[in-house]
């Protein structure tokens, strides 16, 4: 009985917390922030809707003409002619700029989903004792990653870095890097393939060749601590990593300390700050260059120092009350054929509006980690950042492999942004409608934020639910998450979805818990730009969105508990989802700005409602 008994128990925390611990998850590798050789530019590629690079009929191995990662000169073994022959050739493959999402690259690859091959040759610098990496930014969703014929490494999830070694599979001269690429989603894929925005496969973000030493620093951090210090450390990774001399120094604040790595390779910091450390706020984004230093490695980041805590109902940036003054963004740049290209100036473009255009000091990155530039920028600029794992409508509750692939996903994201002043919200998902298993899901993804990063907000987008009491509708939030959450944030469409007029909002009752600071991550009706109708009744017409804003923003400033908001969203964006043939054509249009940046009317409602909290 007693074994059975402990079986049984066994059983449960395995349910409840997946399979991996949490020290366990960090990625064997991160070199965040190195620059590295960027491999930008011009790729070759082969389309493999039916996989036959990756697999033969009945799952057997792929047929060797078909394996599109060989190391082989098709041309030349062509030329010499005999029995051998191949169906594929990536020498001479069509080309597309990496990164990029193939979906808008080509016309016939708008709504490709499935596996694509990618070969880019390049020649490495002398190693001469170093080691060398590849880090992608980002490949959507799946990546198998081959160098000169020999797979290097594989990751799964669309969104997140990943490093592979290459030291010992690269040759002097021309190298042949080929990466098959998998855009396909199911049920047990995180997201799953049922979402509100574009498929965008391809190798999306930037990819580095990286050059260290045979013992080298992984990984370093540095943050302002709730009781004045600065506390971080270094990581080092190699042969050489435990008992060397390490040295922390921020120029500008007179900071040099020294230390010795343990035998794990990681030394600690933690130093009272100095008088004169200036604060980052999103009025006053002040970032120090940080340097970490061993005898032969040195890396240096741009870091802000700043708290972030919540104090009963109240968000406390720096110790004061802040409102989160936002709106929420997907990765997809300005113009006509986005194709997920985030680069500095396209992501300056996106978040000046929030920061110049919208007074807003606050950004929800939905519905997944963007891209690294972004969220640097947000650092530069000052603005406060929502950061989200795509934990979205659905996932395998049950199934903890999957809460494993989540939280990966979360860790990876955790030890890329750590030392991002920025991001003060690390959110666990969006809209999963109540149960039980998928409360025991993101109850175990909470303990996970909340053991990798202590320092940070946990949140979540909730679902609503809307009664009717004494005739009067009421809107209430009981979800049994909350207690799991340091900020209650919450996705409202009355007005939009559902019954009620644009006059009843205002008079709308909330109903929530009054202990906790309350998060509009949501709100939005979609307009076509340049639709109008001064009745303001018909849907789609800017003055129905113009509308539904004034009177969501009435209804907001009667709860007394709302700490910030995030309207849905910046920008119109790309969904297949979306085909209502006059007014979307494949395009949710619930953004303030057109997809080329015309701005709604609704956009100078919200701005001039910003202007006014800044009083
Ligand atoms: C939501 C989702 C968001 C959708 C939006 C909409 O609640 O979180 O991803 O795009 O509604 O437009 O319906």
Same mark, same amino acid.
């Given at each position: 009985?007693?074994?059975?008994? &402990?079986?049984?128990?066994?059983?449960?925390?395995?349910?409840?917390?997946?399979?991996?611990?949490?020290?366990?998850?960090?990625?064997?590798?991160?070199?965040?922030?190195?620059?590295?050789?960027?491999?930008?530019?011009?790729?070759?590629?082969?389309?493999?809707?039916?996989?036959?690079?990756?697999?033969?009929?009945?799952?057997?191995?792929?047929?060797?003409?078909?394996?599109?990662?060989?190391?082989?000169?098709?041309?030349?073994?062509?030329?010499?002619?005999?029995?051998?022959?191949?169906?594929?050739?990536?020498?001479?493959?069509?080309?597309?700029?990496?990164?990029?999402?193939?979906?808008?690259?080509?016309?016939?690859?708008?709504?490709?989903?499935?596996?694509?091959?990618?070969?880019?040759?390049?020649?490495?610098?002398?190693?001469?004792?170093?080691?060398?990496?590849?880090?992608?930014?980002?490949?959507?969703?799946? &990546?198998?990653?081959?160098?000169?014929?020999?797979?290097?490494?594989?990751?799964?999830?669309?969104?997140?870095?990943?490093?592979?070694?290459?030291?010992?599979?690269?040759?002097?001269?021309?190298?042949?890097?080929?990466?098959?690429?998998?855009?396909?989603?199911?049920?047990?894929?995180?997201?799953?393939?049922?979402?509100?925005?574009?498929?965008?496969?391809?190798?999306?973000?930037?990819?580095?060749?990286?050059?260290?030493?045979?013992?080298?620093?992984?990984?370093?951090?540095?943050?302002?601590?709730?009781?004045?210090?600065?506390?971080?450390?270094?990581?080092?990774?190699?042969?050489?990593?435990?008992?060397?001399?390490?040295?922390?120094?921020?120029?500008?604040?007179?900071?040099?300390?020294?230390?010795?790595?343990?035998?794990?390779?990681?030394?600690?910091?933690?130093?009272?700050?100095?008088?004169?450390?200036?604060?980052?706020?999103?009025?006053?984004?002040?970032?120090?260059?940080?340097?970490?230093?061993?005898?032969?490695?040195?890396?240096?980041?741009?870091?802000?120092?700043?708290?972030?805590?919540?104090?009963?109902?109240?968000?406390?940036?720096?110790?004061?009350?802040?409102?989160?003054?936002?709106?929420?963004?997907?990765?997809?740049?300005?113009?006509?054929?986005?194709?997920?290209?985030?680069?500095?100036?396209?992501?300056?473009?996106?978040?000046?509006?929030?920061?110049?255009?919208?007074?807003?000091?606050?950004?929800?990155?939905?519905?997944?980690?963007?891209?690294?530039?972004?969220?640097?920028?947000?650092?530069?600029?000052?603005?406060?950042?929502?950061?989200?794992?795509?934990?979205?409508?659905?996932?395998?509750?049950?199934?903890?492999?999957?809460?494993?692939?989540?939280?990966?996903?979360? &860790?990876?994201?955790?030890?890329?942004?750590?030392?991002?002043?920025?991001?003060?919200?690390?959110?666990?998902?969006?809209?999963?409608?109540?149960?039980?298993?998928?409360?025991?899901?993101?109850?175990?993804?909470?303990?996970?934020?909340?053991?990798?990063?202590?320092?940070?907000?946990?949140?979540?987008?909730?679902?609503?639910?809307?009664?009717?009491?004494?005739?009067?509708?009421?809107?209430?939030?009981?979800?049994?998450?909350?207690?799991?959450?340091?900020?209650?944030?919450?996705?409202?469409?009355?007005?939009?979805?559902?019954?009620?007029?644009?006059?009843?909002?205002?008079?709308?009752?909330?109903?929530?818990? &009054?202990?906790?600071?309350?998060?509009?991550?949501?709100?939005?009706?979609?307009?076509?730009?340049?639709?109008?109708?001064?009745?303001?009744?018909?849907?789609?017409?800017?003055?129905?969105?113009?509308?539904?804003?004034?009177?969501?923003?009435?209804?907001?400033?009667?709860?007394?508990?709302?700490?910030?908001?995030?309207?849905?969203?910046?920008?119109?964006?790309?969904?297949?989802?979306?085909?209502?043939?006059?007014?979307?054509?494949?395009?949710?249009?619930?953004?303030?700005?057109?997809?080329?940046?015309?701005?709604?009317?609704?956009?100078?409602?919200?701005?001039?409602?910003?202007?006014?909290?800044?009083?």
């Amino acid at each position: 009985m007693r074994i059975m008994r &402990a079986l049984m128990a066994m059983v449960l925390v395995w349910l409840v917390a997946g399979t991996v611990a949490a020290q366990d998850l960090r990625p064997r590798v991160l070199l965040t922030g190195r620059s590295g050789d960027d491999l930008s530019g011009q790729w070759t590629y082969s389309k493999d809707l039916y996989r036959t690079g990756l697999t033969d009929i009945n799952g057997w191995v792929a047929k060797s003409r078909m394996q599109r990662y060989r190391d082989v000169d098709v041309a030349a073994e062509e030329a010499r002619g005999g029995a051998t022959f191949f169906e594929f050739d990536l020498d001479r493959g069509p080309q597309m700029g990496i990164p990029g999402a193939w979906n808008s690259a080509e016309a016939e690859l708008r709504y490709y989903n499935g596996l694509i091959w990618f070969q880019r040759k390049f020649t490495p610098q002398a190693l001469e004792g170093r080691r060398a990496f590849l880090r992608f930014e980002a490949v959507n969703y799946r &990546a198998y990653v081959y160098l000169n014929g020999k797979e290097v490494g594989r990751h799964e999830g669309g969104f997140t870095p990943f490093v592979v070694e290459i030291t010992d599979a690269l040759r002097s001269g021309e190298n042949r890097l080929t990466v098959g690429v998998d855009s396909r989603h199911d049920d047990q894929s995180i997201p799953t393939e049922i979402t509100d925005w574009d498929l965008y496969g391809g190798i999306t973000r930037p990819v580095r060749v990286i050059y260290t030493p045979a013992t080298f620093i992984d990984d370093a951090t540095l943050e302002l601590t709730g009781d004045g210090r600065l506390a971080g450390g270094i990581q080092l990774s190699g042969p050489g990593a435990a008992g060397q001399a390490v040295t922390l120094t921020v120029a500008r604040l007179g900071v040099t300390v020294r230390a010795t790595t343990d035998a794990t390779g990681y030394a600690a910091f933690d130093l009272k700050a100095p008088r004169g450390l200036q604060r980052w706020s999103p009025e006053t984004p002040v970032l120090y260059d940080v340097g970490f230093a061993t005898a032969d490695d040195r890396v240096s980041d741009r870091i802000g120092f700043r708290t972030i805590a919540v104090k009963g109902n109240e968000i406390l940036l720096n110790g004061k009350p802040v409102f989160l003054r936002g709106v929420s963004m997907h990765e997809e740049e300005l113009g006509s054929n986005p194709g997920r290209i985030i680069n500095e100036a396209s992501a300056r473009a996106l978040l000046s509006e929030i920061k110049y255009g919208l007074n807003g000091n606050y950004v929800r990155l939905s519905h997944y980690p963007h891209s690294e530039v972004t969220v640097r920028l947000a650092d530069e600029m000052g603005l406060l950042v929502w950061s989200e794992i795509p934990v979205y409508w659905t996932a395998d509750w049950d199934n903890p492999a999957v809460l494993d692939k989540a939280r990966r996903v979360q &860790a990876e994201t955790i030890y890329r942004d750590r030392n991002r002043a920025s991001v003060i919200i690390w959110s666990i998902g969006n809209e999963t409608p109540v149960s039980e298993p998928r409360t025991r899901f993101h109850s175990a993804l909470s303990d996970t934020v909340r053991s990798l990063d202590p320092s940070r907000l946990i949140g979540a987008a909730l679902l609503v639910e809307r009664k009717t009491v004494d005739g009067h509708p009421v809107i209430e939030i009981a979800d049994p998450l909350l207690p799991k959450l340091d900020v209650m944030a919450v996705n409202t469409y009355a007005g939009w979805y559902g019954d009620d007029g644009l006059d009843d909002l205002p008079g709308m009752v909330w109903d929530v818990p &009054a202990d906790k600071p309350l998060i509009f991550s949501e709100f939005g009706a979609d307009a076509l730009a340049g639709y109008f109708d001064p009745t303001a009744t018909h849907k789609f017409s800017e003055d129905y969105q113009a509308q539904y804003y004034r009177r969501t923003l009435a209804m907001a400033d009667r709860i007394g508990n709302l700490r910030g908001m995030s309207p849905w969203i910046l920008k119109d964006f790309r969904s297949p989802r979306r085909e209502h043939p006059v007014y979307q054509n494949g395009w949710n249009r619930k953004g303030l700005l057109s997809e080329t940046g015309e701005r709604k009317m609704a956009f100078e409602i919200l701005a001039d409602y910003y202007k006014d909290k800044l009083h």
